[in-house]
């Protein structure tokens, strides 16, 4: 929906399985309808697509792209942002470290990329801009040899290129987004910073970078890197780094007990990376490619101060701290601050908490829609703190 200050909020539907774009759009019309009409109030309802490379090919076909045109015209919805990182299977089997394939220093990423931005500057109402979320450029584990870094940088200046033409034949404003995650090529602000300056490096002077490459700021990801928010963003903005989109989005805080470690097992699921960081009592970081392996380390000595444990599983923002259970709110809290002092620092937010099939039960609400629809009423009710409201 479109907030006042010229925001747009939705929730991302790759909570939802679409793996094909039969499966997608029955997402869409089972559940999406559905908070749409506990929530949208006979306003314009935002949507905030996901879309596989499989789904994608598939809705491009002319039929089925104009029919879904008309499902948007006839309910009332449009859509704004598509969730461009996972490239292909995203539920129900491992993930893990494919997510992140193809990497930008692949040609099938570049491809990918371009028909989302093809379908999406179709999809757009006058005026909106368009806004499509990627990988990190890669996963430092691949371990991609310096041909491929520097192919990576060329196929990121491609897409650039591509945007710019787009955007104006289009007359949208299109912008992609490189999204920081843990133990990924670009993990905090200070990496992107750096990595911003060898793209602009490439091509010195070309400031069309500026408009169609940016950062989408997942603030789970970014609180998992203890970074804060005022500091992280003031990074982005000093170094000309557009703010392409802010995923809302919470992660799990713990201090390491006996106890909480066998919690954690629940959470210790097979399908999807949840990257941990460890803070020590002296402030450094340490980083676990996965919670499996934060788990298998020794406990700590009796009278050791504790460490921090931060998590990449994307948990409910209405969640409330319970049972040793913390949460990164207070880092989320932190970026909405710096919108409302800064109302033009982004335009796109998103809702993403996509690990509704992996969660525990106890953190699960009756169904799905009634956790987008408790997520809409807490979001909303931040926002209205800080002065914006849905439009009429």
Not at 7 to 28: S, V
Not at 261 to 286: C, K, M, P, W
Not at 306 to 312: A, G, Q
Request: charged content about 20%; some cysteine.
């Amino acid at each position: 929906m479109q907030l006042t200050d010229g925001l747009h909020l939705a929730y991302c539907t790759n909570i939802h399985r679409g793996e094909d774009w039969a499966e997608t759009f029955a997402g869409l019309e089972r559940h999406t309808r559905a908070v749409q009409a506990r929530v949208s109030s006979g306003r314009p309802y935002a949507i905030g697509l996901r879309l596989s490379d499989r789904a994608s090919r598939e809705l491009i076909e002319p039929g089925t792209f104009s029919a879904f045109q008309e499902w948007l015209k006839r309910n009332n919805a449009y859509v704004f942002t598509i969730n461009g990182f996972p490239y292909g299977q995203f539920h129900g089997q491992r993930v893990k470290e494919q997510v992140y394939a193809p990497d930008w220093s692949q040609p099938e990423r570049l491809e990918y990329t371009q028909r989302l931005f093809r379908i999406l500057a179709q999809l757009l109402p006058p005026g909106v801009a368009g806004s499509v979320s990627t990988v990190p450029v890669s996963y430092k584990a691949f371990q991609r040899s310096p041909d491929e870094q520097k192919r990576a940088l060329l196929q990121l200046w491609d897409c650039v290129d591509f945007l710019d033409e787009l955007s104006q034949q289009t007359g949208h404003d299109l912008h992609l987004g490189l999204e920081p995650e843990p133990l990924c090529t670009l993990e905090n602000t200070e990496e992107c910073v750096t990595y911003f300056k060898r793209l602009r490096d490439v091509r010195p002077g070309d400031r069309r970078i500026d408009r169609h490459l940016g950062v989408n700021y997942d603030c789970c990801h970014l609180a998992i890197e203890y970074e804060s928010p005022a500091e992280a963003l003031a990074r982005l903005q000093s170094a000309g780094i557009r703010l392409s989109k802010i995923h809302l989005s919470n992660a799990l805080s713990v201090s390491p007990t006996p106890e909480i470690r066998q919690s954690l097992q629940a959470f210790a699921e097979d399908i999807y990376f949840h990257q941990v960081i460890e803070q020590q009592a002296n402030g450094s970081l340490v980083r676990y490619a996965d919670l499996h392996d934060a788990l298998a380390t020794p406990l700590p000595t009796p009278g050791v101060p504790l460490p921090e444990w931060r998590i990449h599983f994307h948990i409910p923002l209405h969640s409330e701290p319970r049972g040793g259970f913390n949460t990164t709110a207070d880092h989320l809290i932190g970026v909405l601050d710096a919108v409302q002092a800064q109302p033009g620092l982004c335009q796109h937010f998103e809702m993403e908490t996509y690990t509704w099939e992996v969660m525990p039960a106890a953190m699960k609400q009756r169904d799905v829609v009634d956790q987008l629809v408790n997520e809409y009423a807490w979001t909303l009710a931040r926002f209205a703190e800080r002065g914006f409201r849905p439009m009429s």
